[in-house]
């Protein structure tokens, strides 16, 4: 069986070999709605598939619509009241059933559709739920008719999940730009260096590293008790050197004293006198070039310039341009992190090679530029105190 439904009322259910003589009739409307059991929710007449129609053109001519079951229709206004009619002459036909009257278009235009009653004393039929197509029958106890969505409603849900779709975008855009301002901003600084009229001067192409000052302290700890180590040797062999050097310079004192006499009374011997003096006093300059060679060793080797070697263990690491300036990216926490900065000396060697080194405070503001100059320069206290923290 078929059932149909026009303007939210119940026409009837018809047998699928008796529709093509009914809609031959002319009187059920295109907007018409059908639905058969099994379906999952009524579909628009123009979509049904009909086998051909068995009727002679005659009896198609006369082909009504009857509806099985008749249905009080909830009065709301006179225009839309309307009662079933039988059709005498038609009646007597087999298979023709008279169609319920339509209503009136002005009404149809003015009133909203019903769906029908209920028929007392007969369990409720299945009825369209909010949200769905105006069709609807009475299919009996054991019987149910799903209904179409109307467009009104799709339309509805889909703007309510475009506005979600929206306040997500918003929402992940907003977190984005909290993490982009929440990103610390990059480490900057400029170094200037004493000049060689002791004007200050940017520090071009001096090395910026950005290193934990852990492992940093830990390097210098390793080479402090290298350069402990070396020193005690170079203490042993300036000693040695110092020795050798008195030595040296006596038996200068004693040739240049004999040669003195020789050129005073115009000995015979006086030349090789002076020669002698001449050999003493370079043996004597000899000794004391190697104390001062050792001297600046054991010197060198515990100034700050012994430990601002380029650490391997640098998180980042740039150089200034030729204004001095640098940048360094701040990817996470500032704590136990430090600057070390390297100037190697000019090519003049007007100036040493110099180091700075400067903790970064977790709640310091460090947009604000570095300045490093020869007023802050590295000193071995400073080395010495690191060295010691990391015992």
Do not use: C
Not at 21 to 31: F, K, Q, S, T, W
Not at 303 to 322: K, R
Not at 348 to 364: E, K
Not at 370 to 387: C, G, H, K, T, V
């Amino acid at each position: 069986m078929v059932h149909l439904s026009a303007n939210g009322e119940v026409i009837g259910q018809f047998d699928a070999k008796e529709l093509p003589a009914v809609l031959a009739g002319g009187r059920i409307p295109p907007e018409a709605y059908f639905w058969r059991e099994g379906m999952p929710e009524w579909r628009p007449l123009r979509e049904l598939v009909l086998p051909p129609s068995r009727l002679q053109p005659a009896a198609v001519a006369k082909a009504k619509i009857e509806p099985i079951r008749r249905f009080p229709v909830a009065a709301t206004k006179s225009s839309v009241e309307s009662k079933l009619k039988l059709d005498p002459a038609v009646a007597r036909e087999p298979n023709i059933r008279q169609p319920f009257s339509r209503r009136p278009e002005a009404a149809a235009v003015q009133e909203p559709a019903k769906e029908p009653a209920t028929p007392p004393g007969k369990e409720s039929a299945p009825r369209p739920s909010a949200g769905t197509s105006p069709a609807a029958t009475d299919l009996g106890p054991t019987e149910s008719a799903p209904l179409a969505r109307p467009p009104a409603k799709r339309r509805g849900r889909g703007l309510v999940m475009a506005a979600l779709l929206l306040l997500l975008l918003g929402a992940g855009g907003a977190a984005a730009w909290w993490l982009f301002l929440a990103e610390p901003p990059p480490l900057s600084g400029e170094v200037r260096v004493a000049g060689a009229e002791g004007e200050m001067i940017p520090a071009a192409g001096a090395a910026v590293f950005l290193v934990s000052q852990e492992e940093l302290a830990g390097r210098w700890r390793r080479q402090s008790e290298e350069i402990q180590s070396r020193a005690a040797e170079l203490d042993a062999l300036l000693e040695a050197a110092r020795a050798t050097h008195l030595e040296k310079s006596l038996v200068l004192e004693l040739a240049a004293d004999v040669s003195k006499v020789a050129d005073e009374y115009n000995m015979p011997d006086a030349a090789p006198l002076r020669a002698e003096r001449d050999s003493a006093q370079a043996a004597e300059a000899d000794a004391l070039a190697d104390v001062e060679r050792l001297t600046r060793e054991k010197d060198a080797a515990a100034s700050p310039a012994a430990f601002l070697g380029a650490p391997s263990e640098a998180i980042l690491q740039t150089v200034t341009d030729e204004t001095g300036a640098f940048r360094l990216p701040l990817s996470g926490p500032a704590e136990g992190l430090a600057i070390l900065v390297v100037a190697e000396p000019a090519a003049d060697n007007s100036s040493p090679i110099r180091g700075w080194l400067a903790p970064l405070d977790p709640a310091r503001d460090h947009a604000v530029p570095l300045r490093f100059s020869p007023d802050n320069a590295l000193d071995a206290e400073q080395i010495e105190q690191m060295a010691d923290a990391a015992m």
